[in-house]
């Protein structure tokens, strides 16, 4: 598996606090049979949750000199989870970091309510050649009431990460439900751990084991768990 959405970084959010928690996560995903993640913080504007790039990019460099040091064979890359806001396209390049420096930019908004200028966002994201991928969708209350508002976004251009707990119901029945829905609909084109703590554990094999049951098509799979984070990862189109 490669993963798409971790809060790794230490001291930026409200995922790992040290660097020795940073590597112990990292130390665990291997062990789990993840080859690959990207950090993506959270960047939420006007909050402590707001690190600027330059800072970011000095943490990664340390995590990646720190996880060779000590023998960690993974690939490590970095990103952001940007909360919507109406600052975006001002802040990239400064603020918020797109992934591996390719087109796309993971985002999220308030799992409770859709953020009122969505629209508007997603749009000025996609005419400016920055494909957005909506972390979690299943999570959010307003997809559980009606999965199809996606609908739109991803005819435009959007894409979908799924969190792996979520098929484990660890966010719910609801979010485990709509998940599954959207597989179905293939509305989800990754999956991500979301990890935060070092306690997590990701079973690869279950998860495969449940998407066979859902998806039904091992190329499908393939393309959730591994190659389309490739294409991410190297600026090609999905």
Known sequence: MKDLHTHIMYGVDDGSKTLEESLIMLHRLEES???????TPHYIEDTRYSCNNKDKIKLYKEICSKAEEIGL???????????VNNNLLESLDTEILRINNSR??????NL???FPDFDLIINELLDNNIIPIFAH???????QKDYKWLNKYIEAGMLCQ?????LFNKYGKKANKTLIK??????????????HRKETKINIKE?????????????????????????VIRNKEI
Do not use: W
């Open 162 to 166: 799924g969190d792996c707990e979520s």
């Open 73 to 83: 064979n993974i690939n490590i890359y970095l990103g952001n989870e940007v909360m």
């Open 33 to 39: 049979g993840v080859t690959d993640v990207v950090l």
């Open 182 to 195: 959207l597989l179905k609909k293939d509305m989800i084109h990754f999956f991500g751990s979301d990890i």
């Open 137 to 143: 969708p299943e999570r959010y209350l307003y997809v």
């Open 104 to 109: 796309y930019l993971l985002i999220e908004t």
């Open 112 to 114: 409770n309510k859709e």
């Open 207 to 231: 998860l495969e084991g449940k998407l066979k049951k859902i998806v039904k098509d091992d190329k499908k799979i393939e393309d959730l768990l591994k190659n389309n984070f490739d294409k």
